[in-house]
């Protein structure tokens, strides 16, 4: 298995909205409902965002969301803020007991 | 709340095995409805799995890294770890672990840096 293809770079300015593409197989992304979305600070232990393509877990913001269109997910982020800025990586169940995870995209807030 | 740590020697020779520990504390590791994983992530690239073990011992591993890695559970302990061998640079990384069921990683410790050189 291959990591899952995700942009390297994004950026938005503060209010706006952006999206994170994630794209993989059939096999993955495209053949079970189990993506999931983490926010990443250097140095500290990744967050949850997504769960199931498109479920926030208590406590996440209105403004994360997520979707999926065949073989690629996708993390769309509105109302940009500061804080926002970061490394998104999105995740991927590939069957027979593998995760995979996209190489991670890093969102800059202008 | 449920924490995890992770442990062992932030500095290893090429060639020779990595070897690190994972504390769960403030709950039990023979919850049977989640896998405990590692990840890692080497400098400049994104998250790797490298593999979980069930609470049974059963485990699944990275095909790129099966050869090389073993990851085993001491339930009376609380604790798991992971065992990779003949370590090259390439290995260097900060090493997550985190539990997790099929659809999503809900828990992650701090990560430990390893640098594999002479």
């Known amino acids: 298995q291959s990591a899952l293809t995700q942009p390297a770079s994004v950026s938005g300015s503060l209010g706006q909205s952006i999206t994170i593409s994630c794209t993989g197989t059939?096999?993955?992304?495209?053949?079970?409902?189990?993506v999931s979305w983490y926010r990443h600070h250097p140095g500290k232990a990744p967050k949850l965002l997504i769960h199931?393509?498109?479920n926030r877990p208590l406590g996440i913001s209105y403004r994360f969301s997520g979707s999926k269109s065949g073989n690629t997910a996708s993390l769309t982020i509105s109302g940009l803020q500061a804080e926002d800025e970061a490394d998104y990586f999105c995740c991927s169940y590939a069957g027979r007991g593998i995760m995979l995870f996209g190489g991670g995209t890093k969102l800059t807030v202008l | 709340q449920l924490q995890l740590q992770e442990s062992g020697p932030g500095l290893v020779k090429p060639s020779e095995t990595l070897s690190l520990t994972c504390t769960v504390s403030?709950?039990?590791?023979?919850?049977?409805?989640?896998?405990w994983a590692w990840v890692r992530q080497s400098p400049g690239k994104g998250l790797e799995w490298i593999g979980s073990?069930?609470?049974?011992?059963?485990?699944f591993n990275n095909p790129s890294l099966q050869s090389r890695v073993s990851i085993s559970v001491d339930t009376s302990k609380d604790h798991f770890s992971l065992r990779l061998s003949s370590v090259t640079a390439a290995d260097t990384a900060v090493y997550y672990c985190a539990r997790h069921t099929e659809r999503f990683f809900d828990l992650w410790g701090q990560g430990t840096l390893v640098t594999v050189s002479s």
């Open positions: 403030g709950g039990s590791i023979s919850i049977t409805t989640y896998f």
């Open positions: 199931d393509v498109d």
């Open positions: 059939s096999s993955d992304v495209g053949g079970y409902n189990y």
């Open positions: 073990v069930y609470s049974s011992g059963r485990t």
